[in-house]
T-cell receptor, first 114, second 112 residues
Framework: DAGVTQSPTHLIKTRGQQVTLRCSPKSGHDTVSWYQQALGQGPQFIFQ???????QRGNFPDRFSGHQFPNYSSELNVNALLLGDSALYLC?????????????FGEGSRLTVL | SQKIEQNSEALNIQEGKTATLTCNYTNYSPAYLQWYRQDPGRGPVFLLL?????KEKRKERLKVTFDTTLKQSLFHITASQPADSATYLCALGPTGGFKTIFGAGTRLFVKA
């Protein structure tokens, strides 16, 4: 049973560019959350997708957008990259409302903005 | 504003001793609290969940307590081993809807 998979694992971009990160949730999970983790910090909630809609959003600008597909996989898009966007981007899946509350994380996508 | 605080300094202990990590929160009334382990460059891994109506939860060498009056959770690792060295994250939820939010984590080093 595959866990949460993310791609790419590492990438380097320059300021002003755009990036797309991808996530496949654990089998049987229909909810995907995205987190940004800067070095030495805890994960910060970006948004959560359920039933192909953004269900909740954290305190991130509109440059951060996402999408969830019918197979529950998800993408995170970041436009007009800033140096401060350099971080580990984590995708977490969970089995929808109520059932089990713990999050299952992927290994993350390490984004470096130069 | 809502806040989660964990020991910002690293915790260094000797193998075989009990490690105790603290998580304090303010301006929350979480229905549950979770602890995760994170190794360098890896995603967090779920360890334990405790609900607001539970005082204590155990799993093998791990024990978590949850005091909703003090707004505090303690995480204990008994008979610690060097392999327990990692960052441990406290998480609360749901907060303002569906999201789970995390503290900054405490780094634990267990010396042989």
């Amino acid at each position: 049973d595959a866990g949460v998979t993310q791609s790419p694992t590492h990438l380097i971009k320059t300021r002003g560019q755009q990036v797309t990160l991808r996530c496949s949730p654990k089998s049987g999970h229909d909810t995907v959350s995205w987190y940004q983790q800067a070095l030495g910090q805890g994960p910060q909630f970006i948004f959560q997708y359920y039933e192909e809609e953004e269900r909740q959003r954290g305190n991130f600008p509109d440059r951060f957008s996402g999408h969830q597909f019918p197979n529950y996989s998800s993408e995170l898009n970041v436009n007009a990259l800033l140096l401060g966007d350099s971080a580990l981007y984590l995708c977490a899946s969970s089995p929808g409302q109520g059932a089990r509350l713990e999050l299952f994380f992927g290994e993350g996508s390490r984004l470096t903005v130069l | 504003s809502q806040k989660i605080e964990q020991n910002s300094e690293a915790l260094n202990i000797q193998e075989g001793k009990t490690a105790t990590l603290t998580c304090n929160y303010t301006n929350y009334s979480p229905a549950y609290l979770q602890w995760y382990r994170q190794d360098p460059g890896r995603g967090p891994v779920f360890l334990l969940l405790i609900r607001e109506n539970e005082k204590e939860k155990r799993k093998e060498r791990l024990k978590v307590t949850f005091d909703t009056t003090l707004k505090q959770s303690l995480f204990h690792i008994t008979a610690s081993q060097p392999a327990d060295s990692a960052t441990y994250l406290c998480a609360l939820g749901p907060t303002g809807g569906f999201k789970t939010i995390f503290g900054a984590g405490t780094r634990l080093f267990v010396k042989a």
